[in-house]
Nanobody, 125 residues
Framework: QVQLVESGGGLVQAGGSLRLSCAAS????????MGWFRQAPGKEREFVAA????????YYADSVKGRFTISRDNAKNTVYLQMNSLNPEDTAVYYC??????????????????WGQGTQVTVSS
């Protein structure tokens, strides 16, 4: 069992930065690929970024590539999402997720075994 708790969301102006954190409980954190998803009002939850269990591989949605960076610290059971050059289209609730078995790092919602409760990110223009 893995429990995930996100933090770091908030209100930021366009062009600003935020760093999200996702703290995981359980001793098996390092065996899971970790991902970030987001859901804007009235829209489907969408993939943002993912990182392999070792941290050696990452994958990003085209909409955030070059602006967002995912990383993890297995010693701290934490995954991060550094978000730079934010724009109003990035406004959403951001969720972290853990996946044990997956086909590729472009994780699907169905592949994720555990989810956090979400943290709100609001970017003002």
């Amino acid at each position: 069992q893995v429990q995930l708790v996100e933090s770091g969301g908030g209100l930021v102006q366009a062009g600003g930065s935020l760093r999200l954190s996702c703290a995981a409980s359980g001793r098996t954190f390092s065996t899971y690929a970790m991902g970030w998803f987001r859901q804007a009002p009235g829209k489907e939850r969408e993939f943002v970024a993912a990182i392999s269990w070792s941290g050696g591989s990452t994958y990003y949605a085209d909409s955030v590539k070059g602006r967002f960076t995912i990383s993890r610290d297995n010693a701290k059971n934490t995954v991060y999402l550094q978000m730079n050059s934010l724009n109003p289209e990035d406004t959403a609730v951001y969720y972290c997720a853990a996946a044990r078995i997956y086909t590729r790092l472009l994780l699907t919602k169905g592949e994720c075994d555990y989810w956090g409760q979400g943290t709100q990110v609001t970017v003002s223009s």
